[in-house]
């Protein structure tokens, strides 16, 4: 089975600054994929980014971009420019293209903390 | 569609009281995903249908746990017998295929057993 690691329960970043979330996973599959969901207190998940593994270009989306390494098994998100907007509970996740139902593993999460 | 619905958003009851949720996918896609999410940790599958079939669930789903997806589209998650452990939020997702396609996950609903 997958499993999904980030290793920092809590991130602090000053407004404007850059900041970069860890996640590593473990799998024995060449191919998967990959993905960043943001988590507001007391609202939705959101998709940030995603990344397929078979793409060796990391993705980015505006303000956030991901530093994948297939084959150290790390798949960190870089914050740019970062708004108190940003503020909220940061999920990695992975899932297998070879699970009939094709679900979504999860690691801990990392808290981000905006200062003005 | 506004995204996936779910209500109520919070439930408090008391231990061995029987609870449910229910879930109002994006109404195009065909899968619909449960998941429990407590304090500190990442949301667990509990349970997954394509359209109105359940095909997998989580050992996380005892049997105090049903759910049930008539006719392909608003899905109900029920919980008997409540007890104190059962306390997290039920985050109820809906995706259209697979693959690299995206997940939207609903605002979830939080269960306070006391």
């Known amino acids: 089975a997958q499993t999904v690691t980030q290793s920092q329960p809590e991130m602090s970043v000053q407004e404007a600054e850059t900041v970069t979330l860890s996640c590593t996973y473990d799998t024995s599959e060449s191919d998967y994929y990959l993905f960043w969901y943001k988590q507001p207190p007391s609202r939705q998940m959101i998709l940030v980014i995603r990344q397929e593994a078979y793409k060796q270009q990391n993705a980015t989306e505006n303000r956030f971009s991901v530093n994948f390494q297939k084959a150290a098994k790390s798949f960190s998100l870089k914050i740019s420019d970062s708004q108190l907007g940003d503020a909220a509970m940061y999920f990695c996740?992975?899932?297998?293209?070879?699970?009939?139902?094709?679900?979504?593993?999860f690691g801990k999460g990392t808290m981000l903390l905006v200062s003005p | 569609d506004t995204g996936v619905s779910q209500d109520p958003r919070h439930k408090i009851t008391k231990r061995g009281q029987n609870v449910t949720f229910r879930c109002d996918p994006i109404?195009?896609?065909?899968?619909l995903y449960w998941y429990r999410q407590t304090l500190g940790q990442g949301p667990e599958f509990l349970t997954y249908f394509q359209n109105e079939a359940q095909l997998e669930k989580s050992r996380l789903l005892s049997d105090r746990f049903s759910a049930e997806r008539p006719k392909g589209s608003f899905s109900t998650l029920e919980i008997q017998r409540t007890e104190q452990g059962d306390s997290a939020m039920y985050l109820c997702?809906?995706?259209?295929?697979?693959?690299?396609?995206?997940?939207?996950f609903g605002a979830g609903s939080r269960l306070t057993v006391l």
């Open positions: 109404s195009e896609h065909n899968r």
């Open positions: 996740a992975y899932r297998s293209p070879n699970s009939g139902y094709s679900t979504l593993t």
């Open positions: 997702a809906s995706i259209r295929g697979a693959g690299a396609n995206v997940l939207t």
